[in-house]
């Protein structure tokens, strides 16, 4: 079991994602709705993972990835995109995410990419 950190400016993407999550056995430690949030939380929180929103007001999640990786750089982020959000995708990827997740989710989706990057092998099926 692991603790994630939901980061999505729409509090019912944030719940959608976060009862996913714990569908798939792991404890959600703290959720953020925009990137300025996800930074200071990530700090005080420590997460195992993170899954981060690209569009965000305050600070978007690609700024936020680069933030967060720029001064703990064995944090663990997945990007969730919208399909329209496609071409930002890449740029999340350089800013240092592991992995990307589209919306809508997919319960198999998000299990295995939680589990791929918390080295949760059980749950990859």
């Not at 509090?11 to 949030?37: C, K, Y």
């Not at 999640?61 to 496609?86: D, F, H, L």
């Not at 890449?90 to 995410?97: H, T, V």
Request: glycine share 8%.
């Amino acid at each position: 079991m692991g603790k994630v950190l939901v980061v999505d400016d729409t509090a019912f993407a944030r719940l959608s994602l976060a009862n996913l999550i714990r569908m798939a056995g792991h404890e959600i430690v703290g959720q953020a709705g925009n990137g300025e949030e996800a930074i200071r939380l990530y700090h005080d929180l420590l997460p195992d993972l993170v899954t981060m929103d690209i569009t965000m007001p305050v600070m978007d999640g690609i700024e936020a990835t680069r933030q967060i990786r720029k001064t703990a750089p064995e944090a663990r982020i997945i990007v969730v995109s919208a399909m329209g959000q496609m071409d930002h995708v890449k740029d999340c990827i350089i800013a240092g995410a592991c992995d990307f997740i589209v919306k809508p989710f997919d319960l198999e989706r998000v299990k295995n990419a939680i589990a791929r990057h918390m080295g949760d092998e059980q749950q990859l099926a």
